[in-house]
């Protein structure tokens, strides 16, 4: 049986792997390149199918006892009146910040080995096993390695090739930081929108802080992905020249932030998750974007699904990897269809805001489950694992 599982990444699909690996009795070893889990991030949905897999891993009522208690989205005009409100209060989908998710995740680590602020660097492949050379540590012998390390993965350049055959750029940018929580109204997430831009408001009930999000349509912008002061500079000179609402003071609050989180809006598409014994999970393998609100659902279920084919196969990694691709990858598909949640967050011309707003004023309408509904195939049901060892899932 492969035991030795290593998992590159300590965030949402690479704590879950790790969590169902170890109780099916396999040895899993997590890597970060972050001296602890990541906080930063805005709220996050758990919904559908993930909220049985926190329901089945122990941590729903934590996970519901540290919901963002989010009453739904406003847009609002430059002069702060709100023109639309999206109530989503009753969707059944649980709001949380990342950061509280990432910390019940990685709390939830019985049986795993952490190695925190050290990285991947080299991978070498051959019958029995991998063996992993770090950016600090020595060398270390694997059966097995799982590359949970987001859209700008080391693991899937290194067994899979580089990242411009895999990920998409989506015509936009994001950012999110924190931000001054007197900005912004109670529970409720506030969105200005100009043609192609939108600037946000995420007010959580349940944290006294809050935190701003942008999000810009722009072609193809050059810059090394970890240089946290260029990310800056892009934003601020993307909204320079904006006076609208509170764009002002929310970019001057942001940019204070040392968690500022920047990215291109990129979406993952390869045509297998799994190369020997090397195999993908969560953005890393099919990053559909944070404008499609299904990133922690995918790297839940997913996450899942990977640890429990592996138990049912009793470690036998490419029975495993094939199911776990044949089970996992219709749902992605669905959820990497973001055109409509681009259109509602982020309108290109003036028409399109109009027109948003109208809709958002429809009673029909005005539940976002209901506007996001409308796109979304439901889920096959989760599949039950049970391990070699007896531990059920
Ligand atoms: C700081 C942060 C903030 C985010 N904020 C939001 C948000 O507000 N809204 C949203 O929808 N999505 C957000 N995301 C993305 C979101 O977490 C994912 O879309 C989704 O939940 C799936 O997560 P993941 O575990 O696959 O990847 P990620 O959450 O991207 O985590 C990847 C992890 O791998 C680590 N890592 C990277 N390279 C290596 C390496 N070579 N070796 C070891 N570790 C490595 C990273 O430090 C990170 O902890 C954020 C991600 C991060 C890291």
Redesign the pocket.
Known sequence: MNERILI???????LTTAHWLARYGFRPTV????RAP?P???G?DVRENAVEVVDRMGILPRIRAAAADVQGMRFVDARDNTVARIDITGAGEIEIM?GDLVALLHRAGDGVEYVFGD??RGLTQDDDGVTVSFEHGPDRRFDLVVG????H??VRRLAFGPESDFVRHRDHYFA?ADADAALGEDRWVSMFNRPGRMAGLYRSGNHAQAKAYFVFRSTPITYDHRDLDAHKRIVREAFARETGWRVPQLLATAVDDPDF?FDALSQVHLDSWSAGRVTLV???AW?AS?VSGA??EL?LVGAYRLAGELAAARGDHRTAFSRYHEGHRELVGDRQRIGPNLKLMAPRTPAGIALRNAAARLPLLRAASALERRYRTQAPALPRYASAHGHSG
């Open positions: 590159a990444g300590a965030s949402i699909a690479g890597v970060e390149r972050a990541r930063g991030g805005n996050v990342r990285a991947v949970a390390d987001g859209l993965s080391t999110f989180y969560g953005d890393a990053c944070p990133g922690a790297a």
